[in-house]
């Protein structure tokens, strides 16, 4: 990123010093909120990792997947959101931030939040294999090739990331709305497919029912699609809550040459945008806890072992 794409963004979304009067309880708030939001989300994260990794009812590709998104999860809330915060006190004290900081900071930001998006991605597409497949899933969808693919999404968000010293700032806001679109658009056909195979699966088991087949088989069919639809419906929430807290800042990227007069309210809009990107981070573990039972009776394990340590 040049040096004049930097004043440009520093102008456009900050203003000059004068103007931080008019946004100051916006930046204190979001300082607070996100000095709360940064040890919530390391603490719940760590500890979900720990509840996955205990895990053994979870399928090894999506307990993989999961573990690779709680691991965005922590570097969020232990890397991003205190470069952030210290990037509003940089404000409020009326400090000029320099393009080396932004450029660092920015990158930070962008590296996690784009290895969630994908994280996200993968999470929808191995369910939708999952359903779609039956028992070609784990001969197709093996523990080697997961592992793969959270290699290369982790090194395609360090990439990525790293275009903001190297590319002009139209280009790279160009490259984080086409990439932002895709994901959006392929989680929502994944989840409309699963959607379509689920019910059609349903409707073959009721028939099954009806023609009254063996009873061994039924019950089999029965449960593996419980299953299913169980693990489907807890990553749907996942990505759900997801597509919620990121849409905002998806949005405000088709604003980026925004009139002086509302300089003002833009910013106070990437602040909440950004906030509310990162309370996804601390959303997650909840959802798995929530959502996902043998997340959930995992630490539930974990918690009353460590309160009997405690009584004795």
């Known amino acids: 990123m040049a040096e004049n794409d930097c004043d440009t ?8 010093s004068p103007a931080v009067e008019d946004f100051r309880p916006a930046l204190v708030a979001n300082c607070v909120f996100n000095s709360f939001l940064s040890y919530t989300t390391v603490i719940l994260n760590i500890v979900t990792i720990h509840a996955i990794r205990k895990t053994a009812l979870l399928p090894k590709p999506l307990r993989t997947l999961l573990l690779s998104l709680a691991a965005s999860d922590v570097g969020v809330g ?104 895709v994901c959006f658009i392929l989680v929502v056909i994944v989840y409309w497919r699963i959607y379509i195979v689920l019910k059609r699966h349903k409707i073959q088991i009721e028939g099954l029912q009806i023609q009254e087949v063996q009873q061994g088989v039924q019950n089999g069919d029965l449960s593996n699609f419980l299953k299913l639809r169980k693990s489907a419906l807890g990553t749907f929430y996942v990505c759900i809550v997801f597509m919620i807290c990121y849409l905002p800042s998806y949005i405000l990227y088709f604003f980026p040459l925004a009139r002086p007069k509302s300089r003002i309210s833009l910013y106070e809009a990437w602040l909440y945008a950004t906030t509310l990107l990162f309370l996804n981070s601390s959303l997650n573990p909840v959802i798995y806890c929530w959502k996902m039972g043998p997340i959930r009776r995992t630490l539930m394990d974990i918690m009353r072992g460590i309160v009997n340590r405690f009584r004795e």
């Not at 990331?161 to 280009?171: E, G, K, R, T, Y």
């Open 9 to 16: 963004l520093y102008e456009l979304l900050f203003g000059t």
């Open 78 to 181: 232990l890397l991003v959101q205190p470069l952030y915060i210290s990037t509003l006190v940089s404000r409020l004290n009326k400090k000029r931030i320099d393009c080396i900081s932004y450029k660092g900071s920015s990158a930070a930001i962008n590296f996690f939040c784009i290895s969630s998006l994908f994280n996200v991605v993968a999470i929808s597409v191995d369910r939708f294999l999952a359903v779609r497949l039956h028992l070609r899933y784990q001969e197709l969808v093996t523990h080697k090739r997961v592992i793969a693919a959270v290699i290369s999404i982790w090194l395609f968000s360090a990439l990525t990331s790293s275009d903001l010293f190297w590319a002009p700032l139209v280009i790279t806001a160009v490259i984080r709305l086409v990439i932002m679109t």
